[in-house]
């Protein structure tokens, strides 16, 4: 009885186990393309409902509040898109003296170069009572600030650039995360009453959704279990990413919990969740390919993390050997017919080099429970 209870309670948290555990065991269910169509149900569908809930569950004047906290959005965007890749920037230059593979390096320089995420860092704020509204804003502005700030980031700390289209995720951005909040406060004028008085599982009702979020991508990164990666640096970087935004998470806490910081216990929460969490849901692809050139095969191998949205990626002309695989890349997304092999490479691509992102994914949303 008491193992009930406590699963019960813990809901999630097997929720996750399980979802993890049917995307390995039928991942082909989960996979773009198939029966759940993430790329629509995911991207479009989960995401707007993430921020209806939203917008039906915040007062009014707390989001208006929110929007007015300059200090609060000023210390998230500065700690989240310069101070965490600059300190990962820091980090990597003492890693680069040990064994660990160095594309795997570059993957985690490519994660601090990020935006906040856009769904995740909501919904656990709200599960543990943090400022819904002020996480919301930061979600929200971070990712439209990512549009244009990751790209300059990954040019500074990699050398590498990458193509984005503007246009199609702000559309995105705005379709999927500003009018659904907007209408779920339409919608809260006329069922306040009914909603103060039934007291609907907002919370429960978002982590759902974010267990769907796992489990489709999960499914994606189990479709392709032949992931070349060396298990020494895997293992080796797993660590160190929990370290890492563990250690993030600490120092948000301390410097928002000062006695002059101004920011209340709802705030920290926000800032915690919102500063030290790396975009997967939302957001854009910065896919960059790199050319290994001491491999005797030659392969092309993944060097970043993958968000959802996946535009087409390049990097500067005149870098060399790196066209072929992005070339490749392109091909396939912009539905050009290109040649077998290519097809195949720029798939193992993409696939592979999601593997990293969704494992620090899944760790953010163990810290609900800490």
């Not at 209806?52 to 007062?59: H, I």
């Not at 896919?287 to 191998?301: K, Y």
């Amino acid at each position: 009885m008491r193992l009930l209870e406590r699963m019960r309670k813990e809901w999630f948290m097997v929720g996750i186990v399980l979802a993890i555990a049917g995307a390995k065991l039928e991942p082909s269910v989960g996979v773009n393309g198939g029966p759940l169509k993430p790329e629509i149900t995911v991207s479009y569908i989960a995401v707007a409902t993430i921020f209806f809930n939203s917008g039906l569950s915040l007062k009014t004047e707390e989001l208006t509040s929110a929007l007015v906290h300059i200090k609060l959005h000023l210390f998230i965007q500065i700690f989240t898109l310069a101070f965490f890749p600059a300190a990962i920037w820091l980090f990597l230059q003492l890693l680069s003296i040990t064994p660990i593979n160095e594309w795997l390096l570059k993957g985690l320089q490519t994660v601090g170069c990020m935006p906040p995420p856009v769904s995740s860092a909501v919904i656990l704020t709200k599960a543990v009572g943090g400022n819904e509204a002020a996480a919301i804003f930061n979600s929200a502005f971070g990712s439209f600030l990512g549009i244009v700030i990751t790209p300059l980031l990954l040019l500074l700390f990699l050398g590498s650039s990458s193509s984005v289209p503007f246009t199609s995720i702000f559309s995105q951005l705005f379709m999927t995360v500003v009018v659904p909040l907007i209408i779920g406060q339409i919608v809260r004028r006329y069922i306040k009453d009914w909603l103060e008085r039934k007291k609907p599982p907002f919370g429960a009702i978002s982590s759902s959704v974010l267990l769907m979020i796992i489990y489709t991508t999960f499914c994606d990164t189990f479709s392709n279990p032949n992931i070349d990666l060396d298990k020494f640096s895997l293992i080796l970087i797993l660590f160190i990413i929990f370290s890492i935004q563990l250690s993030f998470m600490l120092l948000t806490f301390i410097f928002s919990t000062r006695n002059n910081s101004g920011f209340t216990p709802a705030d920290t929460v926000a800032i915690i969740f919102c500063s030290t969490h790396k975009s997967l849901t939302l957001g854009f692809l910065s896919s960059l390919f790199f050319r290994d050139s001491n491999a005797e095969d030659s392969v092309c191998r993944p060097r970043a993390p993958l968000v959802n949205i996946r535009p087409p990626a390049h990097l500067p002309p005149g870098s060399d050997p790196a066209g072929q695989c992005a070339g490749a890349n392109n091909k396939v997304l912009d539905g050009v017919k290109a040649e077998g092999s290519e097809v195949d490479e720029a798939n193992s691509i993409m696939k592979e080099a999601l593997f990293m992102q969704r494992c620090i994914y899944v760790q953010d949303c163990t810290y609900k429970h800490f």
